[in-house]
């Protein structure tokens, strides 16, 4: 029997991050999700069967609170989960106004910074290796208009993913991303419901013919965190129904 972990997930209140938190609690770990939305982290880990903190991850002081309320409510974490992320920032490179722009920079980039530098300091105090996986996007490789700030964090994720791969190794400490195409959230199949235009637009991308759902996306974020990825570090795994191939 493996020994169960913690699991921190950011963005845990969120359509991806409840289903990640699912899939690690049915594989036997302890999950605490972690969201700036005091209300709906609540709920949605009373709901699943979670714990949850409070934080805004753009802040390195309220990250550094929240670890210390996680290690001492429920052990030190094991596994990080940098899920956060804004995706509403929508303009042209013309008109994008460089606030907006700032706005997505502070919690895809600096956030996921905040978060990995922190975990990886307690990572390597204790000792005993541990898992780091982000949630990137195939957009950070493959351009949509109107889309590119959100993609540049997300070219920027896959950044911090090698980088904080090759320097955390030597401390048993592997960093992986895996990078979704569109995942059909219940906030996402609102805007984009079935028979719908723009669901039909995005789908026509895609070869394996549909958009992803939550479940075909934990699964791969489960499995680099485990043993049975023991020697993969600083990939970017894209789960996009093969979009990146067109
Ligand atoms: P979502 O909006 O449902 O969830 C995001 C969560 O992050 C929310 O609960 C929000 O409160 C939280 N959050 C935002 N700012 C925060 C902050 N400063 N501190 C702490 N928490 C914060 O979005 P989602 O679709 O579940 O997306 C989750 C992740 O997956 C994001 O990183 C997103 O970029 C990525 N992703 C989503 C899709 C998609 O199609 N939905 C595709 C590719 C990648």
Not at 56 to 77: M, P, S
Not at 139 to 157: C, D, H, I, N, W
Not at 207 to 233: N, Q, W
Request: a negative charge; proline letters at 4%; glycine letters at 12%.
């Amino acid at each position: 029997m493996t020994e169960s972990r913690t699991v921190l997930i950011t963005g845990g209140a969120g359509g991806i991050g409840r289903g990640i938190a699912a899939a690690f609690l049915e594989a036997g770990d302890r999950v605490v999700l972690a969201d700036v939305d005091e209300a709906s982290v609540t709920s949605a880990a009373a709901e699943i069967g979670a714990a949850a903190v409070v934080v805004d991850i753009k802040d390195a002081a309220a990250v550094a609170r929240c670890l210390e309320q996680v290690e001492r409510e429920h052990g030190a974490v094991d596994v990080l989960v940098n899920n956060a992320g804004i995706l509403s920032v929508h303009g042209s490179v013309t008109e994008l106004d460089a606030d907006a722009y700032r706005s997505i920079i502070d919690v895809n980039i600096v956030g996921t910074f905040n978060m990995t530098q922190a975990v990886a300091k307690r990572l390597i105090a204790r000792g005993r290796g541990g898992a780091i996986v982000n949630i990137s996007s195939i957009g950070g490789r493959q351009p949509t208009p109107g889309m590119g700030a959100y993609e540049s964090s997300k070219a920027a994720v896959d950044s911090i993913t090698r980088w904080a791969a090759i320097e955390l190794a030597g401390n048993g400490i592997r960093v992986n991303a895996v990078a979704p195409g569109p995942v059909l959230t219940p906030m996402l199949a609102m805007g984009m419901p079935e028979g719908s235009p723009a669901r039909a637009a995005w789908t026509s991308r895609i070869p394996l013919g549909k958009l992803a759902d939550v479940d075909d996306i934990a699964p791969a974020v489960v499995f680099l965190a485990g043993a049975s990825a023991g020697h993969i570090t600083g990939v970017s795994l894209a789960v996009d129904g093969g979009q990146l191939l067109t």
